[in-house]
T-cell receptor, first 114, second 114 residues
Framework: DQQVKQNSPSLSVQEGRISILNCDYT??????FLWYKKYPAEGPTFLIS?????DKNEDGRFTVFLNKSAKHLSLHIVPSQPGDSAVYFCAAGAGGTSYGKLTFGQGTILTVHP | DGGITQSPKYLFRKEGQNVTLSCEQN?????MYWYRQDPGQGLRLIYYSQIVNDFQKGDIAEGYSVSREKKESFPLTVTSAQKNPTAFYLC?????????????FGSGTQLSVL
């Protein structure tokens, strides 16, 4: 049972345009959400997170939107740069004492073309 | 430089053999985790430890064992009972000072079966 789903295995975007990566979840207990970026043969690096009490969080070129009623979150990257090309994972946690026990989506491969 | 060190980068296992993956952190984090990544899939939690001398099974613990004798170290043994061990293994840690802490990841170990 996949509790966190990224239904788009890949996304291709032109440099300078917006990249939108999507993520859906089913578990109502999830109360915080994170996006990680991963290059091949490396560990994921944290990008941005959002708590369920918010619907938007911004950090530079990265913005995460949360729609709790739809159980959907998205990551917007504006403007996209070739260095953004990587695999992006969304992850969800249930807070409380779950520290670090995250449930990850399958990942979306983002390719930004110059 | 503070961080998480995983070794080796690449590891080969013969059938029937146990192998141990090393994970060391100098971030003074209390909690440590092992995740497994398979192609096209998200990261799945194998084991985690929130304090020295204590650890808990994650979602896919069968065929694996861990120990947490020191705060800095959380080695993972892939036993011969793990029938499909080929994967990218990621160690992570978090301070456990509050809920919703992000995970810090090592650079991973690629395990392959000969």
């Amino acid at each position: 049972d996949q509790q966190v789903k990224q239904n788009s295995p890949s996304l291709s975007v032109q440099e300078g345009r917006i990249s939108i990566l999507n993520c859906d979840y089913t578990n109502s207990m999830f109360d915080y959400f994170l996006w990680y970026k991963k290059y091949p043969a490396e560990g994921p690096t944290f990008l941005i997170s959002i708590s369920s009490i918010k619907d938007k969080n911004e950090d530079g070129r990265f913005t995460v939107f949360l729609n709790k009623s739809a159980k959907h979150l998205s990551l917007h990257i504006v403007p996209s740069q070739p260095g953004d090309s990587a695999v992006y994972f969304c992850a969800a946690g249930a807070g409380g004492t779950s520290y670090g026990k995250l449930t990850f989506g399958q990942g979306t491969i983002l390719t930004v073309h110059p | 430089d503070g961080g998480i060190t995983q070794s080796p980068k690449y590891l080969f296992r013969k059938e029937g053999q146990n192998v141990t993956l090393s994970c060391e952190q100098n971030l003074n984090h209390d909690a440590m985790y092992w995740y497994r990544q398979d192609p096209g899939q998200g990261l799945r939690l194998i084991y985690y430890s929130q304090i020295v001398n204590d650890f808990q099974k994650g979602d896919i613990a069968e065929g694996y064992s861990v120990s947490r004798e020191k705060k800095e170290s959380f080695p993972l043994t892939v036993t011969s009972a793990q029938k499909n061990p080929t994967a990218f293994y990621l160690c992570a840690s978090t301070p456990r000072t509050k809920a919703n802490e992000k995970l810090f990841f090592g650079s991973g170990t690629q395990l392959s079966v000969l």
